[in-house]
């Protein structure tokens, strides 16, 4: 309870600084206010994690309440296309989540033949990029840190150096193309730039970035990679851990690639097909999603609430596993 006084008393005499010395600088009230408030928010954030989101709730009402900024320009600079674009992804890759597909990728993974330390780190590498360019940078890592969690675990190494390689893999990757980050939705939505935009600037520097990301993880980590290979060596077959994945019926799974990948036609042309049907520009992009979502919830007659408590609970349960695996035992 302290330490929490303490933080809330630090957080308040910053802002409180940060405002006045704004003010000071000549800035007007308003500005010096949202400076203030701007400043709590971040700070609120960053000293108490689990309730970021009552922060950012609390000092909207106080940008509006202080008249420093009006509700039209709240709902106007809100993204709401972007949110409904990122919820509506979100329920199809809860749809391939519940049908076995990352569990499926796990297993291939783990089918490679004559498996190498080398061959694990560039296939984790090429996985974890191609996953978060289709699919998000968010999910990719959770379920690519978990597959690296329990392969690291049953050939007895440590797991944070294929971790990071992950995470760094994750974050090339999800700026190939438009659906990797919320940020190039964005950035999509309000500047016109279409899929195929990206994937023309984009996605070479990406891939450029990756391979030379690959050269200097083989050799920063080494020492990891070796000892994992001579693990690899010594306990041999990994058919003990393939048994322990289970993937779900193999007509639900096409199914559920089924919905993903025509989703993914869609929005990939999605300005080819707004030229055809004369619809404003990103209209396609917005919408496929928030369809495609539509038809899986009514198909699997469940509610969206289930899946986005699903996809959270599996990032909390992935980097809860990973904070265990980093403790002394």
């Known amino acids: 309870m302290p330490s929490r006084l303490l933080k809330l008393a630090l957080l308040f005499l910053i802002a409180y600084f940060l405002g006045n010395f704004a003010r000071f600088s000549g800035m007007s009230h308003h500005q010096a206010l949202s400076i203030t408030i701007f400043s709590a928010s971040i700070l609120g954030t960053l ?58 990728i796990v297993q291939l993974i783990l089918r490679i033949r004559n498996l190498t330390a080398r061959k694990f780190v560039l296939v984790i590498t090429l996985v974890s990029a191609a996953l978060s360019a ?7 890592i959770i379920f690519i840190v978990a597959a690296v969690l329990e392969i690291c675990d049953y050939f007895e190494v440590e797991s944070l150096p294929f971790v990071i390689i992950a995470v760094l893999a994750t974050n090339i990757g999800s700026a190939a193309t438009v659906l990797g980050n919320p940020i190039g939705i964005l950035i999509a939505s309000k500047s016109g730039l279409t899929f195929e935009d990206f994937i023309l600037r ?3 520097l990406a891939v450029v970035c990756l391979v030379a990301m690959i050269f200097v993880v083989l050799f920063w980590y080494r020492k990891a990679i070796d000892k994992l290979d001579k693990n690899i060596r010594e306990l041999g077959s990994n058919d003990i851990l393939i048994k322990l994945i289970s993937v779900p019926p193999e007509k639900n799974l096409r199914i559920g690639l089924a919905v993903f990948t025509v989703t993914l036609f869609f929005i990939a042309l999605h300005h080819r097909f707004e030229l055809l049907w004369g619809l404003p520009a990103n209209t396609v992009l917005l919408v496929v999603p928030l369809l495609s979502s539509g038809c899986v919830m009514i198909w699997n007659g469940i509610r969206l609430g289930i899946i986005l408590r699903k996809m959270w609970n599996g990032g909390r349960f992935c980097f809860f ?6 403790q002394e035992p």
Do not use: N
């Open 134 to 140: 289709m699919t998000s940078e968010v999910v990719s």
């Open 321 to 326: 596993c990973f904070y265990l695996s980093r």
């Open 202 to 204: 984009a996605f070479p």
């Open 47 to 104: 000293f108490f994690w689990d309730f970021r989101l009552s922060f950012a709730f609390i000092g909207t009402s106080v940008l509006l309440l202080t008249k420093t900024i009006d509700l039209e320009h709240v709902i106007e600079f809100s993204s709401l296309e972007v949110i409904l674009f990122l919820i509506g992804m979100m329920v199809i890759i809860g749809l391939l989540k519940q049908e076995g597909f990352f569990a499926w």
